[in-house]
């Protein structure tokens, strides 16, 4: 849960640079705050994960992003849980590669339309599109887990005051405030990277950053929910 205030997290990084509004703006400070939550969801799609109905396609092939039914700032599927519909008694969903349905039902794609859901197969190369099986009807509804792109502050300068300004809360939950305040570092020691002091700043607050947050690779092996390919 986010409580902590976008005018918080900004004082915290003022304290560390020594700084208040002078080298860096925090209109400036703001903006890479926008750009650090935007880099955690990518390396850990789980930090603004949804929970949501899903309405399908007709057919197998199915977009997270569909203007019908689907979520126009979704990032990535991360799971899919059971059937929505009383209709399809609402049973699991279960992940299966799709070399699996290519291998013994060749003709999977093209099979009688229905709104009881029984596989999903998703590659992680392609995040945002993902298919069912048997062929969903226009009215299938699955509950599924994805990763939605975070929204951005666009406080002005009176509202970034650290006193008077506005009780914006951040977009991440609060366990995230250490690598977003690194983040902001990071890219604040970068501007002056022309001194070597700072320069050794940005470095070091780069390995914190991903030290704290892991590496995409490792993340992607572990979220996918697809284990054996496309």
Not at 50 to 62: L, R, S
Not at 140 to 167: K, R
Not at 210 to 221: F, H, Y
Request: charged share 20%; proline share 5%; with cysteine.
């Amino acid at each position: 849960m986010a409580t902590i205030k976008v005018i918080e997290i900004i004082s915290r990084v003022e304290a560390i640079l020594q700084d208040a509004d002078v080298r860096w703006p925090r209109l400036e400070l703001q903006k890479w705050l926008n750009e650090a939550y935007l880099s955690i969801v990518l390396l850990r799609p789980d930090a603004n994960a949804k929970c949501a109905t899903f309405t399908c396609a007709a057919g197998t092939k199915q977009s997270l992003t569909a203007s019908s039914g689907g979520f126009p700032t979704a990032l990535r599927l991360l799971d899919i849980s059971r059937n929505v519909l009383a209709a399809s008694d609402r049973k699991v969903v279960r992940v299966v590669a799709r070399s699996v349905l290519d291998d013994q039902r060749p003709s999977w794609h093209t099979e009688t339309q229905t709104n009881n859901i029984q596989h999903y197969t998703h590659d992680p190369r392609n995040p945002k599109e993902f298919y069912v099986y048997p062929p969903a009807l226009a009215t299938a509804q699955l509950e599924l887990i994805y990763t939605d792109a975070p929204g951005t502050h666009t406080l002005t300068q009176s509202e970034l005051h650290p006193t008077t300004g506005s009780a914006e809360v951040i977009k991440l939950d609060d366990i995230y405030l250490s690598p977003l305040t690194d983040w902001i570092l990071y890219r604040a020691y970068s501007k002056d990277a022309e001194y070597g002091v700072n320069e050794q700043r940005a470095g070091a607050a780069f390995q914190v950053f991903n030290a704290a947050i892991g590496t995409k690779t490792q993340v992607d092996a572990a979220s996918s929910p697809s284990t054996g390919g496309s």
